[in-house]
């Protein structure tokens, strides 16, 4: 390395953390439908993760 | 890659003043292209959870799959709302795969906002998807209730473009 030459270090990526603490079944409906409005995809009573943030930072 | 194909001009105009081959042809589509439109929506039930605390819920591709495609998706919004106006949140991350996701090992965050009564994320140039990845949006209502309704709308679009 030349002399006076800075090393770069890379960016830091900003990433929250997360801890799931368990599944929950939701009461309802997931739907994707198309621009025309046809269903494609339906799920009834989908599995969602209750999620706590641990470190914001 | 669709073959762009190929036609004869027409000979009409030929002779007069101001015809021009080249502008004949350049004024003749020959390729034509669109991104289908997808929406996401769910209307769910859960059990209100405190401030800290939030509920996450994966996008399900065309085919019944939860990993990304090959052909690219592009997110362009997360919009999370409540009957109530009480505080919302929305949230999208990027998972690397299914387990990162069963255990919140996010990847790439991509924002979190509040809101009351709603709240939305919005990317003008869109979150293209990789193949592979887990794509989940973070859903939450917080209030003195023990349950709540929450809707989310996601708008996206597939890239689709055809020749001919």
Redesign the interface.
């Known amino acids: 390395m030349a002399k006076g030459r800075k090393k770069i270090k890379p960016e830091k990526k900003?990433?929250?953390k997360?801890?799931?603490?368990k599944k929950?079944k939701?009461?309802?409906?997931?739907?994707?439908?198309?621009?025309d409005g046809e269903i494609?995809?339906e799920?009834e009573n989908?599995e969602?993760?209750?999620?706590?943030?641990t470190k914001e930072k | 890659m669709a073959t762009p194909r190929t036609f004869v001009v027409p000979a009409r105009g030929i002779g007069r003043k101001d015809y021009s081959a080249v502008v004949e042809h350049a004024t003749q589509a020959s390729m034509r292209g669109h991104q289908t439109r997808y929406s996401s929506v769910i209307a769910l039930t859960l059990p209100t959870v405190p401030f800290g605390f939030f509920y996450t819920v994966y996008f399900i591709f065309p085919g019944g799959i939860v990993t990304a495609p090959a052909t690219p998706r592009h997110f362009y919004n997360i919009l999370n709302s409540t009957e109530r106006n009480a505080l919302v949140l929305a949230a999208f991350f990027r998972f690397n795969s299914w387990a990162d996701y069963l255990i919140h090992n996010v990847d790439e965050w991509y924002g979190t906002v509040y809101g009351y009564g709603k709240a939305e994320l919005h990317w003008t140039n869109g979150i293209k998807t990789e193949e592979g990845k887990v794509y989940a949006a973070g859903i939450c209502e917080y209030s003195e209730r023990p349950n709540f309704t929450i809707h989310m709308t996601s708008h996206s679009l597939f890239e689709e473009v055809v020749y001919g």
Do not use: S, Y
């Not at chain 1, 997360?18 to 603490?21: A, D, E, L, R, S």
């Open positions: 900003f990433k929250p997360g801890k799931v603490i929950v939701a009461k309802g409906k997931m739907i994707t439908i198309t621009g494609i995809e799920t989908p969602v993760l209750l999620v706590e943030i």
